[in-house]
């Protein structure tokens, strides 16, 4: 998520409506991710549906992203690594 919050930072909030998918789900990811995180910190029992919500929404952030020219390409592929990681998890607690 490292590459979502650095690319946002230097983007800010002008941007060509043409990024705005893509921005906007890059702050969807952070913020899931950081939702993830914590539930998973406290043992919850959401912890598995938000590692599943997590995966959706780094992979769509992904696809959007690899659309996308320049250094979107490194956002894509962090979300995509992103995604399987939340995946892998969100099977494990089951």
Do not use: Y
């Not at 929404?57 to 995604?83: I, K, M, N």
């Amino acid at each position: 998520m490292i590459a979502c919050e650095s690319l946002l930072a230097t983007v800010g909030n002008s941007f060509p409506p043409a990024w705005a998918q893509a921005v906007n789900l890059c702050t969807a990811s952070i913020r899931s991710c950081e939702v993830t995180v914590t539930e998973l910190s406290l043992g919850s029992g959401v912890a598995r549906q938000t590692c599943a919500l997590c995966a959706v929404l780094c992979r769509a952030c992904a696809f959007e992203c690899a659309q996308l020219p320049g250094p979107w390409t490194w956002v894509a592929d962090s979300c995509q690594q992103a995604a399987k990681e939340c995946h892998s998890v969100a099977l494990r607690e089951s």
